[in-house]
């Protein structure tokens, strides 16, 4: 019986009946973020894009000038026949029209479109003769006269203070003719377009008729004027700059005419 109980508990069977250790319980790996991808931000940030400066500003202009001949130029050409019923008209035109300036602090670039219309009355024009001759003048009667403008100008800019500055400067254009200056020249002229009227009339009794109420002789055509002429600038003025949102400008000087005016626009 000894002998069979110590060969039962040296059997391997009996070994195995018995629990194997089991190794201590190891604290859990923690978690571990995966490295961000190179160039890839793990957090959205804000993206402040600069602001989008520029050293210059831009206008667009309403402008409008008075433009006139003085009458003591021509007096030089012309006789006034002042006080008489074929006293010289005043030649004189306003002019309107758009004009686009890009400036900075001390240069302008002002690119203009307008119109000039004529305010010139029909009239008599006698040329200065000597001897004087007071009857072979002609008659005009401007149909529509004007003419259209495109043209470029630079200018200078001297600042008095932030706000105001005075301006000069010149350019060049285009002018193209609308309209026709109609002419009655003086009976007798190898010109006129009916010879048997008014043959010894002066041109303004050919134009208004040759008795009180009477019909005005045919005309005698139109003035030879070119189509197209240049344009001369010449200006000086000032600027009332309105905290940089708007523009006043006054000037006056040559625009193929001896003119006044200004333009008023917004600042950009």
Request: aromatic share 10%.
């Amino acid at each position: 019986m000894l002998t069979l109980l110590l060969a039962v508990l040296h059997s391997p069977y009996a070994h195995a009946a018995e629990p194997a250790d089991e190794p201590a319980d190891e604290p859990a790996d923690e978690p571990v973020d995966a490295p961000a991808e190179l160039g890839v931000a793990t957090e959205a940030t804000d993206v402040v894009k600069p602001e989008k400066t520029r050293d210059y500003l831009m206008e667009v202009n309403f402008r409008g000038r008075y433009l006139f001949l003085p009458d003591s130029l021509l007096n030089i050409w012309y006789e006034t026949h002042e006080g008489e019923t074929i006293e010289r008209p005043q030649a004189h035109a306003y002019n309107l029209g758009l004009e686009f300036v890009v400036r900075n602090k001390k240069d302008n670039g002002i690119f203009y479109v307008d119109y000039l219309s004529s305010l010139i009355k029909p009239g008599y024009w006698d040329d200065i003769d000597s001897p004087p001759d007071y009857l072979d003048g002609e008659y005009i009667k401007p149909e529509a006269f004007g003419l259209l403008m495109i043209g470029a100008n630079y200018a200078s800019e001297i600042h008095a203070t932030p706000w105001f500055s005075v301006v000069f400067g010149a350019g060049l254009g285009v002018a193209v003719k609308t309209g026709n200056l109609v002419k009655w020249l003086p009976g007798g002229d190898e010109a006129t377009a009916d010879p048997t009227c008014g043959s010894d009339a002066p041109a303004y009794e050919r134009a208004l008729g040759l008795e009180e109420g009477g019909a005005e002789c045919a005309n005698d055509g139109i003035k030879d004027i070119p189509t197209v002429l240049p344009v001369i600038d010449i200006n000086l003025g000032v600027r009332f700059n309105i905290n940089d949102h708007a523009s006043i400008r006054l000037e006056g000087g040559l625009h193929d005419l001896p003119y006044g005016g200004g333009s008023v626009g917004i600042t950009f």
